[in-house]
């Protein structure tokens, strides 16, 4: 029989179920995966059928180092990834992690649980092989010697990410707003969540009616709002997206909150208490000394401040190529010896607090929020960014549930709590 009376006599091309998507613009790659073996084929204009054997040769290659991680490519499991281009192969061997990111936003494969995948990647210890293209990248390299956190371009590396549209952040964060990790100890659904994160930082740092607070990177006003109306706190928020400054002014309006575009190292106001939740990660490695030393400028005598981070396991000078590049230009998550160095002889450390796990949770709920509000925000957003906006919330889902990051809640003194500070939540 010829190939293409072979494929089209194929059950799966009868009904219509092989997957094919557009290939170089030349034909149609399609794959049956039974009878053929799981074999791609491309047809060409006038009904010529092809085999494409780069993808057996690549697949066989590639799954005998899945293995290990229990991942089949074309396999049946939910975590198996389903090849739809073969130049995912190519795109893997010469960019790694970030080819990886780059193809499955172009549709080059799927997989029905992305998160999973990458959970066992990690476990397996595989991923780190795809960062090894990454560590030496003209990026993390430069990393090493200039200040890409810099006064000058901190405020562009905040807008590319926090100000693609309020629309997606209100889709996929809920009603509070936030775009920390959320606290699920009791709670039974992500607002709740939220709110049990917002309430357990207002008491770690004790606060009471007519303390002044600041809110460092205040985003869209969430804990400025929360800290403000259930603790009657006088607050300040600092941000340096104006597209967050004017909803958290709206979010916060008739409570006393007050939300300035500013630079942390502008701030010259003494405070009672200071909170900073998820921007230490924007502020970078060479800048950690001047955050803590304007903390300490900017903190009463007698203050608390509460440091909410991302944190990973070892010192890096830079992050994963694909999210430095779609999602969050020039963050760094900072590890703990670099936050303790950076704060030594400044503040004292009070509490340490890793409920990390809870990441993991929180991130899913994001993702589910967004995939249900999609149908009204595709006029605006095409499918690329869908699968973008999908392949970060799941694949950091991922990396906090084998423990790769963790979350930490840390509680720092000017000088020391008389008696010792007393510790909040567990």
């Excluded at 560590?135 to 562009?156: D, F, H, M, Y």
């Excluded at 190529?321 to 400044?346: H, M």
């Excluded at 009070?350 to 949770?361: L, T």
């Excluded at 994001?366 to 699968?387: K, V």
Aim: hydrophobic share 35%; glycine share 8%; proline share 4%.
């Amino acid at each position: 029989m010829s190939t293409q009376k072979m494929v089209e006599s194929h059950p799966l091309w009868r009904r219509g179920g092989a997957s094919a998507v557009p290939h170089a613009a030349r034909g149609i790659m399609f794959r049956a995966s039974e009878g053929s073996r799981g074999r791609t084929w491309l047809r060409f204009p006038g009904n010529t059928i092809r085999r494409l054997r780069t993808h057996s040769r690549f697949t066989h290659r590639f799954n005998a180092v899945l293995r290990a991680a229990g991942v089949t490519i074309d396999g049946p499991n939910p975590w198996d990834p389903q090849i739809r281009h073969p130049r995912v192969f190519t795109r893997l061997a010469l960019h790694g992690a970030l080819g990886a990111g780059e193809s499955y936003m172009d549709g080059d494969w799927e997989c029905e649980r992305l998160d999973e995948l990458t959970a066992r990647l990690f476990r397996s210890g595989l991923y780190p092989r795809l960062e090894s293209h990454s560590v030496l990248s003209p990026g993390n390299l430069l990393a090493r010697i200039a200040n890409p956190q810099s006064r000058r371009k901190a405020r562009g590396n905040v807008e590319a990410h926090y100000e693609i549209g309020n629309d997606v952040f209100e889709a996929t964060l809920g009603r509070t707003m936030s775009y920390t990790c959320a606290y699920w100890l009791e709670a039974k659904n992500l607002d709740e969540a939220q709110d049990a994160k917002h309430e357990l930082a207002c008491n770690k740092l004790k606060l009471s009616p007519g303390l002044r607070l600041l809110d460092i990177g205040c985003g869209w006003g969430g804990f400025s709002k929360h800290a403000a109306q259930r603790h009657q706190a006088q607050v300040t928020g600092i941000t340096l997206s104006r597209a967050q400054a004017e909803f958290a002014r709206r979010t916060c309006d008739g409570l006393p909150v007050d939300v300035r575009l500013e630079d942390f190292r502008d701030t010259h106001v003494r405070f009672d208490r200071i909170v900073g939740m998820g921007v230490i990660e924007h502020v970078g490695p060479k800048n950690h000394r001047t955050f803590f030393q304007k903390v300490h400028e900017n903190l009463a005598p007698d203050g608390l401040f509460l440091l909410q981070t991302i944190g990973c396991l070892r010192t890096t000078p830079g992050t994963d190529r694909w999210i430095d590049r779609y999602i969050f230009p020039n963050a760094v998550i900072p590890s703990a010896s670099q936050l303790q160095q950076a704060s030594e002889g400044l503040l004292v450390l009070e509490d340490w607090h890793n409920f990390g796990a809870d990441y993991d949770r929180t991130l899913m709920a994001w993702n589910a929020n967004f995939e249900a509000a999609w149908p009204g925000l595709r006029e605006r957003y095409d499918e690329r960014f869908r699968r973008m906006w999908r392949y970060y919330l799941l694949t950091c889902a991922a990396s906090f549930r084998v423990r790769r990051n963790q979350l930490w809640q840390i509680v720092f003194s000017k000088r020391g709590v008389p008696g010792g500070y007393q510790r909040v939540g567990r």
